[in-house]
Structures are given as structure tokens and as C-alpha cells.
């Protein structure tokens, strides 16, 4: 059987399985022998706990997320009562099958009923423009330097997964682009943000802070020159690259955190992103529970300085994040991780389809910007319900 076949087989039978970009394409993990939900009680049992394969597989991993409220209460920080839709804290499977792709994932389609429907805005530009006016005092008071605001677009909707990451993969294919079909749920990304990298000592990490929307005048090297001549886009890149160099240094040996790439543009279905690269040795003696600590939830996608920005974020935020600034990835039996920032992305869960985006806000935000940033950030999935 092909392994084309061998995808839609797997799909139609209704098994969960999980699949995330590779260097060289996707990995496709199924055959689930474990599924561990995660809560406040077992998240550090989940992460401390050592496991060790006398016959090593490809397949001793376990693959799955970690929400953004899971991430708060791992290092000490309440998140408040919210709106929530009561989806788990973090779910991780254990599978007993893997199986390589290329790029061209499959040729996979469905026919459907287009949907007439509009997303709703949790957030509407009038009581966005009061958050970010709120949140721009607490800049000039010295409280945080730079903070995100959330924004959810919602439809009710149920959806193929595969059909939406199949065509996700085609028009926006990201880096650390990934999807989860479980039997009550399934998640789309188009992330293109990796938070860490793990192989032996070595950890990396890839900061994104700036973006700029394409169009027919904006090519790759315009994009370049806006970024460098732009004020607010530097500044805000700055301090993030910093932070997330503050945090590997917490875990790694001193000396060795290093930028290895600096200030580079990368290029998506809508638009341009300003992108560094971070590397460190890690301490000997740090286990998995410290590196996950140290570096989630990913300070591009929160603000500057973390702890206080979280907590001012989450006293303003009305509903649940669920997945959205969590981090997806695979923890290996023998200490190696790989996990992204899951942003741009789409969580179908009790048929309700949800997709979070945030943009940043320094002292030379401007809130119809910001707001209209959001948008640019959500489009390349909301096209995906015309």
C-alpha cells in the first residue's frame, strides 16, 4: 500500500494520529498506546519521569501540547477564572507507528458544503482600542516594555482536518506547521515559530517579532529595508531576542549563548516575518522540567518582561487561550525536544472552530495597526472555511 493510501486509510478508520513538519517533509505518529492528559497534579510527574527503551525506536517519544494555561501554572502564575470552553490543559500520546513523508503530503479533498457564515471577533476594533490605550499606560509606567493582545475569531462549524491541513501545507507551508485528529477534536497549525530545539546539549531557539503584510510592491528585500528603517519593528524584535536569550541562559552553560542568525526575513502565504536564531549548551544536571520552564510559554508571543506581562495579560483577558501560545512537540525517551509556539492556528473542538492571533503593542504602537495586524495573521486560515 502506498503511503498516500496508507494516510487516508488511516483517516477514514477514525484513528487518532498526529503529524508535524519535518526537515524533509512530515512525520505522520499513529498507533497510539498511551494518551496522557495533563492538569495542574500530573504535568510535573509527566516531565520529570525517566524512561528508558532497551531496544531504542523511532517511535520512543511522546508527541502532543501544552496549553497556555498549563505553561502559567507550571512556573507559579494564576490565570484567573475566564470564559472557557473546558478543552484539556495538555494531552500527549505515546505511538507505536511513524511514518516519513515529502512535502507533497497527499492529494486529499472532500467535497463540502461551503460554509455562507462569517467568524466572529471576540474582540471588537472600539474595545480593542481601549485594552491597547490601557496597556500603552502600563508601558509608559515601566509595568512591561511590549504585551499582546489576543484576539478570537470563531464559527461554528465542523471540519476534515486533513482536508484543511492538506491545503494549508499547499498554500502556506510553515516550518513548524503540525496537526492533532483525536475523536473529540483536532488542531491545524501553519506555525512558523520553532521555541525549542533540543539534540544532545545543543538547544536552539528561533525568536519572530515583526511582521509586515505582502503585496505586489513588497518583495523579500523591501521587506528587509522596512524592517531595518522601522522604529517600532526593531525595537520590539530587540527586546524579544533579548528576553529569549535571557531565558536560555537560565539552562545553559555561560558563554555559550550566542545569536547565530540575526535579524532575517522569512516568507509566508500573506506575509513577511522578521526572524533571529538563538544557540546554548545546556548545563549538565538540567532535566526536561527546567528547559520547559525556563523557556514557555515563548516570550515572542507574550510580551517583555514575562512574568509581569503574563500577569497583566491575564487579568485583562476574558477567555481561555486554550492552545493558543501553547507549545506542541515531541519529548524523546532519551532527553531530545522539539517544540514550536503554537499560533496560526485552528482548534475544532464540540464543533466550534477557534482561531487566536495576537500582535504586539511597545510605546510606538498604534492600535489601528495592531488591530488590523491580527487580521493579516488569521486569514491565511479563515480562507480555508470559503
Known sequence: MSKENQLKEIHTSGKSYAIYKSINGFDLYTDFSKKITLNNKNVSGFLNKKRISKKPKKTDLFIGFFGYELLNNLIGIKVPKQKSMNFPKGIFYKPEKK???SNDLV??????????????????????????DKFKKKIKSG?????KIC????????????????????????????????????????SPENLITKKGSLITTKPIAGTVRKNKRMNKIKALSYFRNNHKETKEHNMIV????????????????KLSKEKAVEEYKDLF?????????????????????????????????KISTLNL???????????????????KFNGDMK????????????NISEISVASGVVVDSNAKHEFSENFIKAKALIDLFK
Open 339 to 350: 517544540f514550536n509556539i503554537i499560533i496560526r492556528s485552528i482548534l475544532n473542538y464540540k
Open 242 to 257: 533579548d528576553m529569549e536569550r535571557s531565558d536560555m541562559s537560565r539552562i545553559c552553560k555561560v558563554g555559550t549563548v
Open 273 to 305: 516575518h522578521y526572524v533571529s536564531l538563538i544557540k546554548g549548551k545546556v548545563k549538565k544536571n538540567i532535566k526536561n522540567i527546567d528547559i520547559i520552564k525556563a523557556m514557555m510559554p515563548g516570550g515572542s508571543v507574550i510580551g517583555c518582561p
Open 99 to 101: 511514518i516519513s513523508y
Open 143 to 147: 509595568e512591561t516594555y511590549q504585551i
Open 151 to 190: 484576539t478570537k475569531y470563531k464559527l461554528k462549524s465542523a471540519i476534515d482536518p486533513l482536508d484543511f491541513f492538506c491545503r494549508l501545507s499547499k498554500t502556506n507551508l510553515a516550518p513548524e506547521a503540525f496537526m492533532i485528529r483525536d475523536k473529540d477534536y483536532s488542531i491545524i497549525s501553519c
Open 313 to 331: 495579560l491575564n487579568n485583562q483577558e476574558k477567555e481561555n487561550r486554550n492552545i493558543y501560545t501553547g507549545s506542541f512537540g515531541y519529548l
Open 107 to 132: 492529494n486529499y479533498k472532500i467535497d463540502k458544503i461551503r460554509l455562507k457564515k462569517k467568524f466572529k471577533i471576540n474582540i471588537n476594533r472600539k474595545s480593542y482600542t481601549k485594552i491597547f
